[in-house]
């Protein structure tokens, strides 16, 4: 086959990837939140992955009565979030009162103010620097009776879209599918940009460094975190394995999520 044909097969595979994301029952609209996703329905090794056991999402200290409630009917067992702690303290998730295992890590570490402004950096940081963290995030997903569980940070983007990246990877699923679900960040904040600027500045310790270019999620990016990995690793399981994983825990992670 040549050059020609190969092209058109990679686009009618990005194309098929970017239907399956924009899929129905995909976003979850709950008073208080703007990117809580059910990442069911995606091609894994086992055939696809099911819904309603596994979510990705922005921070939940906006959720009112309503939004408890909605969030309650998930069932959620796990919710592991990913933002630093003095996050943590300004905006407290009113979900920790529940009776779920709330595991925090910060992928990112202590420091916000000390991150690069590119997200290109930022994300080559976390995935050079903090692969002992991202491990630590995955692990609670290994775990017997984790799920359904919800995978969150701030605005449920970046430091969600890396973990998630790799657990979606470690399950099977495509890069273009990966990439195409990382991409739908950037289009549900687009329509309330300002908005979430605002409430992420005062929410996090950004502040004025936070600009509208941080909130763009080019499907580049997140290819770049899982070649990266691979790069150094050999494979995302290599990767994760070499930051203290088991093959245990991701034999687990496959079980529950990818049979």
């Not at 044909?5 to 709950?30: K, M, N, S």
């Not at 995935?127 to 002992?132: E, L, N, P, S, W």
């Not at 500045?201 to 975190?225: A, C, H, K």
């Amino acid at each position: 086959m040549g050059a020609a044909g190969l092209t058109q097969i990679a686009r009618e595979a990005e194309r098929r990837a970017q239907q399956l994301a924009l899929a129905h029952g995909r976003r979850i609209t709950v008073p208080g939140l703007f990117n809580l996703r059910d990442l069911g329905g995606y091609p894994a090794a086992g055939g696809e992955l099911p819904w309603h056991r596994l979510y990705r999402s922005d921070a939940l200290h906006q959720l009112d009565a309503q939004g408890i409630a909605t969030v309650s009917e998930l069932g959620l067992q796990t919710i592991v979030d990913l933002r630093t702690q003095i996050e943590v303290e300004m905006a407290p998730s009113p979900l920790d009162q529940l009776a779920v295992r709330h595991t925090h890590v910060s992928i990112l570490g202590g420091d916000l103010q000390g991150l690069p402004l590119q997200l290109d950096a930022v994300y080559a940081h976390v995935v050079g620097k903090r692969g002992d963290a991202i491990a630590d995030a995955i692990r609670p997903l290994c775990a017997a009776g984790a799920f359904p569980a919800l995978v969150h940070c701030s605005a449920g983007k970046d430091r969600t879209g890396i973990v998630v990246a790799m657990v979606l990877s470690v399950l099977g699923v495509p890069d273009e599918f990966i990439a195409a679900d990382y991409a739908l960040s950037g289009s549900y904040l687009d329509p309330v940009q300002t908005a979430v600027i605002g409430q992420l500045r005062e929410n996090t310790g950004l502040g004025d460094n936070l600009t509208e270019e941080l909130i763009l999620s080019p499907p580049q990016l997140i290819m770049d975190v899982l070649a990266s990995a691979r790069s150094t690793h050999g494979s995302v399981d290599g990767y994760l394995l070499a930051h203290g994983l088991r093959q245990t825990d991701l034999a687990a992670l496959r079980t529950a999520l990818a049979g």
